[in-house]
């Protein structure tokens, strides 16, 4: 399968959401709304629930399955409301002593004029400062389009999984292709040059695990479970400064290289 096919796949209309996600995982749960300076946006679900017998918090992009759920979620582009509702939510698990669960899918953060007056990049830049150096173990799930900022800013966690068929990118390929060739047609093209497959993840670093797709929902669903209790329990018995440190360092070692004068 190409890194094509892949991309496809995960745009597919049928390819669960993350709300799908949380509401197979996640028990009990309770939603929470508001970035108590703005509003609310619809594009991240979050709140708290349990995982079996484990509290936690959560937040997801979730880009909706119906025409007019996709609209009031900006077919799960977040704005600014999204990533500080998210940090408000992360601050607050951080000061209960709650993990924190992220599941990203989404093409990138949304990029209109009224996101951008809001401070969409700034927004952003909070998220990735803050949650390097959250006190409470933080895992984010790659369900499907891991786009840019817009991805990267609930996807700064001490584990990373991506889904076998998701992709994770600095850029959308269309954007991508658009930029370099002025031909999005050349998306094809544009995906195998940007190494955006989970396998490719994987090689770079940038994913801990990745989460085979082929027994349907449920099976992947089970895989997550099981790996996500397993994930908490281990990082739980970490030190706050413990934890911040690893998390850091493993974000230190991504991309690095070796000159020499040969």
């Known amino acids: 399968m190409?890194?094509?096919?892949?991309l496809k796949i995960v745009r597919s209309n049928h390819r669960p959401t993350g709300a799908a996600y949380i509401n197979a995982l996640i028990e009990n749960k309770i939603e929470l709304?508001?970035?108590?300076?703005?509003?609310d946006d619809e594009a991240i679900?979050?709140?708290?629930?349990?995982?079996?017998?484990?509290?936690?918090?959560?937040?997801?992009?979730?880009?909706?399955?119906s025409l007019d759920?996709?609209?009031r979620k900006n077919f799960g582009c977040p704005k600014p409301e999204g990533y500080r509702k998210a940090l408000r939510l992360m601050k607050q698990a951080e000061k209960f002593g709650l993990p924190v669960l992220c599941i990203v899918d989404t093409l990138g953060a949304y990029c209109g004029a009224d996101g951008e007056e809001r401070g969409q990049g700034q927004?952003?830049?909070?998220n990735l400062m803050e949650m390097m150096t959250l006190r409470t173990p933080v895992i984010s799930i790659i369900a499907g389009e891991g786009g840019s900022g817009g991805a990267l800013a609930l996807a700064v966690a001490d584990k990373v999984y991506m889904l076998e068929n998701a992709v994770f990118s600095v850029i959308t390929p269309d954007g991508c292709a658009s930029i370099l060739w002025k031909d999005p047609s050349r998306v094809a093209e544009a995906v195998e040059c940007l190494r955006i497959t989970a396998e490719d993840m994987k090689h770079f670093g940038v994913a801990d695990e990745v989460?085979?797709?082929?027994?349907?929902?449920?099976?992947?669903?089970?895989?997550?479970?099981?790996?996500?209790i397993s994930d908490f329990k281990a990082l739980s018995t970490l030190t706050p400064e413990?934890?911040?440190e690893t998390r850091y360092n493993r974000y230190r070692c991504l991309g690095a290289?070796?000159?020499?004068?040969?």
Do not use: M, W
């Not at 679900?45 to 399955?65: H, M, R, S």
């Open 2 to 6: 190409t890194a094509y096919d892949r």
């Open 45 to 65: 679900v979050a709140g708290v629930g349990y995982l079996e017998n484990q509290p936690l918090t959560f937040i997801a992009i979730d880009k909706g399955k």
């Open 69 to 71: 759920e996709r609209i």
């Open 211 to 228: 989460i085979p797709e082929g027994r349907g929902f449920e099976d992947i669903c089970d895989n997550l479970k099981a790996r996500l």
């Open 242 to 244: 413990e934890l911040t």
């Open 257 to 262: 290289y070796i000159e020499s004068n040969k």
């Open 33 to 39: 709304h508001g970035d108590r300076r703005f509003g």
């Open 123 to 126: 927004s952003i830049a909070e």
